[in-house]
Nanobody, 114 residues
Framework: QVQFVESGGGLVQPGGSLRLSCAAS????????MGWYRQAPGKQRELLAR???????FYADSVKGRSTISRDNAKNTVVLQMNSLKPEDTAVYYC????????WGQGTQVTVSS
């Protein structure tokens, strides 16, 4: 079973930045695409960004232009750098494999408020 541990969230002011990190277990990490997701209260979990095994990336319109997803296969980590944060970015952020997801981790809370 693949396990994911997210970290790096916190309380930030609008316009601030956060670096979210995901540590994954499992030998299949290097050949699987990975995604960052978020879920706000009362809303469906949504895909924000994904990165392929070869480094190709995709970003949802909501974060495109102000977020960067990256991965380090040697460390089994995937990172989401988020800049110019907005109050509507407030949510719990999760990582997982894409598209065939494993069990969800605990997520990391991002709160953007002044």
């Amino acid at each position: 079973q693949v396990q994911f541990v997210e970290s790096g969230g916190g309380l930030v002011q609008p316009g601030g930045s956060l670096r979210l990190s995901c540590a994954a277990s499992g030998s299949m990490f290097s050949i699987n695409a990975m995604g960052w997701y978020r879920q706000a209260p009362g809303k469906q979990r949504e895909l924000l960004a994904r990165i392929g095994s070869g480094g190709s990336t995709f970003y949802a319109d909501s974060v495109k232009g102000r977020s960067t997803i990256s991965r380090d296969n040697a460390k089994n980590t995937v990172v989401l750098q988020m800049n110019s944060l907005k109050p509507e970015d407030t949510a719990v952020y999760y990582c997982n494999q894409y598209p065939f997801r494993n069990y969800w981790g605990q997520g990391t809370q991002v709160t953007v408020s002044s």
